[in-house]
């Protein structure tokens, strides 16, 4: 058996990198079809999840599947090469093996791996993508992930704690033609320098010309000057609730008297939401009490 496996996972790559690589779950079948064309592939699985993309083909090569993947997406190789890993053979199985049990998740030891993997055998299994080699590795992969779990004891120990992390808020302001994005730019450089001079240190700050960025996307060139309606997307993060409170409060004069043919100002003033992250760990369950602590009403 030649197997050779391509992916990009939670240490390899940003969340924007394993978007961009993604397959949707109703795409995934065409995508198979393509790819046993395309890579020459005998055999061929893909698992796509919000924190791994990974394709394992049998008689093919990481090179060809490597130009699918390019091919596919749309995507130029120096966008995504240096996040990507090639293995092959014993050590494609051992990943495989890692991935399935939980070894190689961003917290150890949860059960969702198991299941995401089943539906991307069964995916592949109903397209006819799936022949003896890797039906024969999935089945001991299966075997190997329930035995990981009831020897090892590993999802007794699998707990994420929760924290806050700051403040965020996202603000949009709609345009109309004429020059829809040439109006949205200046309300965003406007509303920058207006934060910049109140002395707002902000975490984050990002821009997004929903109608440009997010329907065109960068290699379809310059917009057209006759898009019909830009809507100006800004959003903030920080530590503190002052700064992104304020800036809140900055939207009203920007629609008011900044560029002219605002349409609408998000569906009315936003709010500011509180950011909760997590911390996974390796934790015995039955030493951490669950509790809820209200400290102010």
Not at 195 to 207: P, Y
């Amino acid at each position: 058996m030649q197997l050779a496996l391509i992916g990009v996972s939670h240490k390899t790559a940003p969340v924007e990198i394993r978007e961009r690589l993604a397959f949707p779950s109703e795409k995934l079948r065409a995508a198979l079809e393509a790819l046993m064309e395309r890579a020459k592939a005998g055999e061929a699985m893909i698992l796509s999840t919000c924190n791994r993309v990974e394709i394992v083909a049998e008689g093919t090569s990481n090179e060809l599947i490597r130009q699918f993947l390019y091919e596919y997406h749309r995507i130029g190789a120096d966008a995504v090469s240096d996040h990507l890993y090639c293995l092959q053979n014993a050590e494609a199985i051992r990943h495989v093996f890692r991935v399935t049990s939980s070894l190689d998740s961003m917290m150890i030891g949860e059960p969702q791996i198991l299941g995401q993997v089943k539906e991307a055998y069964r995916i592949a299994n109903d397209a006819g993508a799936i022949g003896t080699n890797l039906s024969a590795l999935m089945n001991k992969t299966f075997a190997v992930a329930k035995r990981v779990r009831s020897e090892t004891g590993i999802s007794q120990s699998a707990v994420s704690i929760s924290y806050a992390a700051g403040f965020k808020a996202v603000g949009t302001l709609v345009y109309s033609w004429p020059d829809a994005y040439k109006k949205a730019r200046a309300a965003d450089r406007i509303l920058r320098e207006r934060l910049d001079r109140l002395g707002l240190k902000f975490d984050a700050i990002h821009s997004e010309f929903v109608g440009v960025d997010a329907c065109h996307g960068e290699m379809s060139g310059s917009p057209s000057p006759d898009i019909a309606e830009v809507a100006l997307r800004l959003g903030v993060r920080s530590m503190e609730k002052a700064p992104v409170e304020r800036f809140l409060k900055e939207l009203v004069p920007i629609a008011l008297n900044g560029p002219p043919s605002v349409t609408g100002l998000n569906a009315g003033r936003t709010k500011v939401d509180e950011i909760v992250a997590y911390w996974p760990a390796l934790i015995p369950k039955n030493l951490v009490a669950p509790q809820v602590l209200i400290t102010s009403v």
